[in-house]
């Protein structure tokens, strides 16, 4: 789900993530080498026959056909691959047959080992961890996730404060603080705490100016796209208002007061009020 959220995090887990789970899972590494993080090229295979079966026992299952006409140590794990793409797909059970048909004796693995079965993964649940473990940090990067985690029970003002100013103290570079403090907001909406961000930063060397945030841009885009497949006045002023609406949903659902939502969207006040009648905000 690439979004705004995501290439935050992508980046600045790529610096602490390694660390931070070494901290939850207590090892050690000895050496690490970056792989691929795509695999649609490793994914992207036809298979050989597949059909959803079901029985005269009411048994339905997926039987999946692979025909092989020489050995092939890899099988196994390309049947493995198989398995789990058809069932995330069709979430019923799956029956995997090879049928060799090759001139030398069949010679393949047809079962995995113990350590080569997924029977489940580990879960990190971050809003569960004390915000102060990751306050306590003095990387940046870090610093930010106690944003996401639990605030037991503290005051949202207080626990951004903390935030950022700590963000302050470890980064000294006017430019680091700037992006530190933008991702900061961004993230804060998962937590709805965006407008208690935007509050706080009023003493906080951050330039930000609301024409540049992400719901806003995407509201006028649509707003103008909307407008013009209209083709009339009405139709613009419409659109332009429309385009708004999805900004307006969030700033509200953060705890904007409605009149600094009327003055940054630059609509009367009742419109601000009727939109939130009709999405019960």
Same mark, same amino acid.
């Given at each position: +789900?690439?979004?705004?959220?995501?290439?935050?995090?992508?980046?600045?887990?790529?610096?602490?993530?390694?660390?931070?789970?070494?901290?939850?899972?207590?090892?050690?590494?000895?050496?690490?080498?970056?792989?691929? $993080?795509?695999?649609? =090229?490793?994914?992207?295979? #036809? +298979?050989?026959?597949?059909?959803?079966?079901?029985?005269?026992?009411? $048994?339905?299952?997926?039987?999946?056909?692979?025909?092989?006409?020489?050995?092939?140590?890899?099988?196994?794990?390309? *049947?493995?691959?198989?398995?789990?793409?058809?069932?995330?797909?069709?979430?019923?059970?799956?029956?995997?047959?090879?049928?060799?048909?090759?001139?030398?004796?069949?010679? *393949?693995?047809?079962?995995?080992?113990?350590?080569?079965?997924?029977? %489940?993964? =580990?879960? &990190?649940?971050?809003?569960?961890?004390?915000?102060?473990?990751?306050?306590?940090?003095?990387?940046?990067?870090?610093?930010?996730?106690?944003?996401?985690?639990?605030?037991?029970?503290?005051?949202?003002?207080?626990? *951004?404060?903390?935030?950022?100013?700590?963000?302050?103290? &470890?980064?000294?570079?006017?430019? $680091?603080? #700037?992006?530190?403090?933008?991702?900061?907001?961004?993230?804060?909406?998962?937590?709805?705490?965006?407008?208690?961000?935007?509050?706080?930063?009023?003493?906080?060397?951050?330039?930000?100016?609301?024409?540049?945030?992400?719901?806003?841009?995407? %509201?006028?885009?649509?707003? =103008?796209?909307?407008?013009?497949?209209?083709?009339?006045?009405?139709?613009?002023?419409?659109?332009?208002?429309?385009?708004?609406?999805?900004?307006?949903?969030?700033?509200?659902?953060? %705890? *904007?007061?409605?009149?600094?939502?009327?003055?940054?969207?630059?609509?009367?006040?009742?419109?601000? #009020?009727?939109?939130?009648?009709?999405?019960?905000?």
């Amino acid at each position: +789900m690439p979004n705004q959220y995501d290439s935050i995090l992508r980046e600045n887990f790529s610096k602490i993530l390694l660390p931070f789970i070494q901290r939850r899972f207590n090892f050690e590494i000895l050496t690490e080498e970056d792989l691929p $993080e795509n695999l649609q =090229k490793t994914v992207n295979r #036809q +298979m050989d026959f597949v059909k959803r079966i079901t029985t005269k026992q009411q $048994e339905e299952f997926i039987l999946h056909v692979e025909f092989q006409t020489q050995n092939d140590p890899k099988i196994i794990f390309r *049947m493995n691959l198989y398995h789990a793409l058809l069932l995330e797909k069709y979430q019923l059970p799956i029956r995997s047959v090879v049928l060799y048909i090759g001139a030398k004796q069949a010679q *393949m693995r047809s079962e995995l080992h113990p350590e080569e079965i997924m029977t %489940g993964f =580990k879960l &990190v649940d971050l809003p569960s961890i004390d915000h102060q473990e990751f306050l306590n940090s003095d990387i940046p990067e870090e610093i930010i996730l106690a944003i996401l985690a639990d605030h037991q029970g503290d005051d949202p003002v207080k626990v *951004m404060q903390s935030i950022q100013h700590r963000l302050i103290a &470890v980064e000294n570079d006017p430019t $680091e603080q #700037q992006k530190f403090l933008q991702q900061l907001r961004v993230l804060s909406r998962i937590r709805k705490l965006e407008y208690v961000f935007s509050e706080n930063a009023k003493d906080m060397p951050l330039t930000f100016d609301i024409k540049e945030d992400h719901f806003y841009q995407k %509201g006028v885009a649509e707003g =103008k796209t909307e407008g013009r497949a209209e083709g009339r006045v009405e139709g613009k002023a419409e659109g332009k208002i429309e385009g708004k609406i999805e900004m307006i949903i969030n700033l509200l659902s953060e %705890g *904007m007061p409605i009149k600094k939502i009327a003055t940054i969207a630059d609509l009367p006040i009742d419109q601000i #009020q009727e939109i939130k009648k009709q999405h019960k905000l």
